[in-house]
């Protein structure tokens, strides 16, 4: 089983996050997966945490994993 990275969920700095998120969509007409969005939200994993919150059955994310394989 892949380990999972702890993360403690900050509302704050998550804001800082989707600004961010917010002005690369703006910046940019065409992003590409490898080299814009895999290293956005690595760099920002408050982001990703949050996303993954939009799952109905993730009440509270305290753990990511990247690229894990869906069963």
């Not at 969920?9 to 804001?15: G, H, I, K, S, V």
Request: hydrophobic residues 50%.
């Amino acid at each position: 089983m892949k380990k999972l990275d702890e993360i403690a969920f900050d509302y704050l700095l998550c804001r800082q996050h989707v600004e961010e998120f917010r002005a690369l969509l703006a910046a940019k007409k065409d992003l590409s997966e490898k080299n814009d969005i895999q290293p956005f939200f690595r760099a920002r994993p408050q982001l990703a945490a949050l996303f993954g919150m939009f799952n109905g059955r993730i009440a509270w994310a305290d753990r990511i994993g990247w690229e894990v394989r869906a069963r």
